[in-house]
């Protein structure tokens, strides 16, 4: 089955910092979507973004899916921000990589 | 608009013990699913289903058991509790097939402990 890798799996930034965060992936996939834990445990969809570019507020997101990878991006970072990121690809189910924790310090 | 709704929020069985976790959407959703968080993890799929009627294993169903008899609910049950299954648990829902693009749709999670 299709393998997702996420990196970096720990991340730690001063708030107001920018930050990328990528989603690697082992074979052609007709969804991926972003989807932020919050501290509280509560999964949050971000981004349906098999291929392209979208953004939403300070987070953008692109897919470029004949390389097989995404990148998720946080400007201007915020305590808010903080929790676990995963990106999710679809085989014949979602399939989760093992997230990115973010901490974001006041 | 509830969305999806688990219950209970938390639970503690000792090993051996049987329960049911439940699971409702109230969105018309026809795709539903089970997975299991652990620490340190991504989530892993228990079982899914395509409709009422369906249903379907998932990467890591042994344990458990799924039906699905409403559009509605989609309740998980353990038969035979072990300390492997202490996890938090999440049920999603989507209208349609993942693959097919639409964003799913998570409940809070169930934590549970066996002991």
């Known amino acids: 089955g299709i393998q997702v890798e996420q990196s970096p799996p720990d991340l730690i930034l001063q708030e107001g910092a920018n930050s990328t965060l990528r989603c690697n992936f082992s074979?052609?996939?007709?969804?991926l979507q972003w989807f932020h834990q919050n501290p509280w445990g509560q999964l949050i969809n971000l981004f349906y973004?098999?291929?392209g570019t979208k953004q939403n507020g300070r987070l953008s997101a692109t897919t470029v899916a004949t390389e097989r990878y995404s990148l998720l991006y946080i400007s201007s970072s915020q305590t808010t921000d903080s929790g676990v990121y995963f990106c999710?690809?679809?085989?014949?189910?979602?399939?989760f990589g093992p997230g990115t924790r973010l901490s974001v310090l006041p | 608009n509830a969305g999806v709704t688990q219950t209970p929020k938390f639970q503690v069985l000792k090993t051996g013990q049987s329960m049911t976790l439940q699971c409702a959407q109230d969105?018309?959703?026809?795709?539903m699913s089970w997975y299991r968080q652990d620490p340190g993890m991504g989530l892993r799929l228990i079982h899914y289903?395509?409709?009422?009627?369906?249903?379907d294993q998932g990467e890591v169903p042994n344990g458990y058991n799924v039906s699905r008899s409403t559009t509605e609910d989609f309740p998980l049950r353990l038969l035979s509790a072990a300390p492997s299954q202490t996890s938090v648990y999440f049920c999603?829902?989507?209208?349609?097939?993942?693959?097919?693009?639409?964003?799913?749709?998570f409940g809070d999670g169930t934590r549970l402990s066996i002991l």
């Open positions: 969105m018309n959703h026809e795709y």
């Open positions: 999603a829902s989507s209208y349609s097939l993942p693959g097919v693009g639409q964003p799913q749709h």
């Open positions: 973004i098999p291929s």
């Open positions: 999710a690809v679809v085989d014949q189910n979602f399939v």
């Open positions: 289903s395509v409709g009422a009627g369906i249903t």
């Open positions: 074979d052609s996939v007709n969804n």
